[in-house]
């Protein structure tokens, strides 16, 4: 059940992104937790390229309380998905909006939307970087999303620097802290 200081806690960081008159996307971020108490499995899918993409999978997987996930490799290549408490919360995905390669963002900026029968929600990068690309197989099978959320519903590739994005991977959550989260947030 949505609580009244998760809404205002909502609120207060999309209100003003809405009306500031800023160069990015107004939106409203999705209200999930009124939407699903199912917490789901939200452990990244080992059998595909999002934790293959290197040999000893990734260094890190760090969660947002916007419910995206990031797992940077070595490298610096991270991907960026949806959790799956997400998308059961957003219902059967019909259109992926996916950001243009080369695109520089900073964090929290909106990268593209998942469209649902349910709703529209923006998804936010939660660090800065650049885009690599896009999951092209989201255009022609929205339905991965809601299939593979944590796998191959990935959502964007993007070139992080883990040393300039320290303080902000440091305030994101590790898969335990993120349930618990949820958990709290019920």
């Known amino acids: 059940m949505l609580s009244t200081s998760s809404i205002t806690r909502s609120l207060a960081r999309t209100i003003p992104r809405a009306v500031s008159g800023t160069s990015r996307t107004p939106a409203f971020r999705l209200f999930l937790r009124c939407q699903s108490t199912s917490h789901g499995n939200n452990n990244l899918n080992k059998n595909e390229l999002p934790f293959k993409f290197s040999p000893t999978g990734p260094k890190l997987v760090k969660y947002s309380k916007d419910h995206e996930w ?11 998905g949806i959790t799956d408490y997400a ?40 660090v800065n970087g650049t885009v690599v690309e896009g999951n092209t197989d989201l255009e022609s099978s929205p339905q ?42 019920e």
Request: net charge negative; proline share 3%; no cysteine.
């Open 87 to 126: 998308a059961a919360a957003l219902g059967d995905a019909t259109y992926i909006e996916l950001p243009e390669a080369d695109t520089e963002v900073d964090a929290n900026d909106s990268i593209g939307s998942v469209e649902s029968v349910k709703s529209a929600s923006e998804v936010y990068v939660p």
């Open 70 to 80: 990031l797992a940077m490799h070595a490298d610096g290549t991270t991907f960026l």
């Open 144 to 185: 991965l999303i809601n299939s593979d959320p944590m796998g191959k519903g990935w959502i964007a590739k993007l070139k992080v620097d883990e040393a300039t994005n320290k303080d902000i991977l440091d305030k994101l959550f590790t898969l335990e802290q993120y349930e618990q989260f949820l958990k709290s947030d």
